[in-house]
């Protein structure tokens, strides 16, 4: 029954461990884009929409153009892999939303603008594909964050769920070496604060991915308040689960 016990312990603590390490990363990699701007005390990142376009600097203009789409495109299709990526704890319902949302709208809608912007001949006309490419798609300061924090955020959804899962066999596990002369009372502090450290990772991610995914490219920048306090949130909730890991193993030592 112990080494039973210390089996299971060990793949969900590897388990979940796993995916910690790998969602540490992913606050971050949502505030990864080209250049900054400054939003009322907030910091966010897009691109200028007007270049500055005269008729005899039309040419170098169009090119601006033309390689800030190139770039989105690109941006675009990293963050499809990554909404599709097996390797990820994305809901259904969210990672059909991420897909729809990154390659029926806004692909599309960048791969005509990248048309328009080959055929334009006027500095009017490349304006107005360069207004559309920043103010009506958004892809760095809405698509992107919103992308690797709902991943981010169903991954630690995930992770809570294999510390829930775990916990009844836990407490089972504690009360029998009680009741078998061991001395648990560093195991069962342990898991009472693995217990508290999963419920507040809970706390911290509960409706997060939904509140994410419902922000839209027109609502920025008054959304990107959202996305900070997501990835604070993000961010609080990795602390916790690490510290919820760390108090596994613990436990898995005390009982051994």
Known sequence: MKHNFARRMA?????????VGLVVMGPGAAWAAPTTTT??????????????????????AQQLVEADLAGRVTQLNTL??????????????DRQTLQNDITVVELPGIEALQTQAQSATTCAGLQAVAHSMVYNYRVYVVMTPQTRLTVVFDDETYIEGVFVNLEPRIATAISNAQTAGKDVTAAQ???????????????ATNGES??????????????????????????????????AYVDAQHIRADLQ
């Open 189 to 203: 502090a342990a898991f009472n604060d693995l217990q508290s450290q999963v419920s507040t990772a809970q706390g």
């Open 39 to 60: 939003t009322g005390s907030n910091t966010a990142t897009t691109q200028v929409s007007s270049p500055r376009c005269t008729p005899t600097t039309f040419a170098p």
């Open 80 to 93: 499809s892999a990554a909404a599709n990526n097996a390797a990820n704890h994305l809901t259904t319902s």
């Open 210 to 243: 939904a509140q994410i995914l419902a922000q839209t490219p027109t609502g920025f920048p008054g959304n990107w308040p959202v996305f900070l306090a997501g990835r604070t949130n993000a961010t609080n909730a990795h602390t916790d689960l690490h510290a």
């Open 11 to 19: 793949i969900g603590a590897a388990a979940a461990g796993a995916v």
